[in-house]
C-alpha cells in the first residue's frame, strides 16, 4: 500500500537535523509523497531551497493565521508575487484560514480573501486552516468563489459541514482527531460520507495521534490515522489506501 502526508511541517525547527530520517521513517510504511505547507513569507522562500534537496516533498505557499502581524497585508502582496514566480512548483495555495483562537479576525478575513483570490489566479486548490470558524470560511467562500477545490485541513465539525465543503469541491483532511474516542462527531463524518471525500495528514509536528500526546508527531504516524479510518469504514483496507493516495494525487495534481 502507498500512501501520501497531506500536510505535515517537515521544514519546521522540530525536525531540524532529522527530515532524512523521518522521510526514510515514513517511506517504510510506505509513504511516498508529503505535502508541506508555507506558513509565513519567510518560510515560503525557505521552502523553495527545502523541495529542491527532498524532491518527495511537495510545497505551497500561504500565511497561516497563527503567524499574522500587522505587516501581513504588506506580506501577503509579497506573497502573490513570491508565489506567481514559483507557480511551477506549487501544489496547493496555503496554509491559510481563519481561526477563531488568533487576534484580529478581520485581518484573518482580509487575507484569507486574498489566498482563495491567489488560488483561483494560479489555478491552484487551496489548504484551508480552521479553528471553530466553518461559519467565517463560508463567509469568505460565498463572497469570493473556490475554483480549483482543496482541503479542509484537520477537518473537524459535523456531517453538514462536510458535506457543505465536499459539494463546494473540497476535501476533507483527517488526522489526528478522528483517533481520540470523544471526537464522536467527525469521527461519525469519516463513517458516513463518501470514501472519496478524504485525504490523510499528520500535521507534524503538531497534533498527536491519541496514545502519543505531549510527544512530537511525525509522518510515520499516519498509519495511525489510517487505521483508525479503516476502524470506521466497511471497504477493504486496500480499497482505503487506495482511495486516499488517488484522491491526493488528484488534488494536488502530483
Ligand atoms: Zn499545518
Not at 502526508?5 to 522521510?23: G, N, P, R, V, W
Not at 527545502?50 to 503567524?67: N, R
Not at 463524518?189 to 507534524?204: G, H
Amino acid at each position: 500500500m502507498r500512501f501520501i502526508d497531506s500536510h505535515c511541517h517537515l521544514d519546521f525547527a522540530e525536525f531540524a537535523d532529522k527530515t532524512s530520517q523521518q522521510i526514510a521513517d515514513a517511506a517504510s510504511f510506505g509513504i511516498e509523497k508529503l505535502i508541506v505547507p508555507g506558513v509565513s513569507l519567510a518560510q515560503c522562500k525557505r521552502l523553495i531551497d527545502f523541495q529542491q534537496v527532498y524532491s518527495c516533498c511537495h510545497i505551497a505557499f500561504g500565511l497561516h493565521p497563527y503567524f499574522l502581524t500587522p505587516d501581513s497585508r504588506q506580506e501577503m502582496a509579497q506573497l502573490v508575487d513570491l508565489a506567481t514566480r514559483h507557480r511551477e512548483r506549487l501544489v496547493a495555495i496555503g496554509e491559510c484560514g481563519i481561526d477563531s483562537q488568533c487576534a484580529d479576525l478581520p485581518l484573518q478575513q482580509a487575507i484569507f480573501t486574498d489566498h482563495i483570490q491567489l488560488a483561483n489566479m494560479l489555478e491552484l486548490p487551496l489548504i484551508v486552516h480552521h479553528r471553530q470558524s466553518h461559519h467565517l470560511i463560508a463567509q469568505s467562500f460565498k463572497q469570493t468563489k473556490p475554483k480549483f477545490g482543496g482541503v479542509i485541513h484537520a477537518f473537524s465539525g459535523s456531517r453538514q459541514q462536510a458535506q457543505y465543503y465536499v459539494n463546494l469541491g473540497f476535501k476533507l483532511g483527517l488526522g489526528g482527531t478522528i483517533t481520540y474516542p470523544r471526537a464522536k462527531k467527525t469521527r461519525d463524518v469519516v463513517s458516513a460520507l463518501p470514501l472519496s471525500s478524504f485525504v490523510i495528514e499528520t500535521d507534524a509536528p503538531s497534533m498527536p495521534v491519541f496514545g502519543y500526546q505531549g510527544q512530537i508527531n511525525t509522518p510515520a504516524r499516519l498509519m495511525d490515522v489510517f487505521k483508525h479510518v479503516c476502524q470506521l469504514r466497511s471497504e477493504p483496507k486496500e480499497e482505503i489506501a487506495l482511495s486516499l493516495y488517488a484522491s491526493s494525487c488528484e488534488l494536488f495534481s502530483i
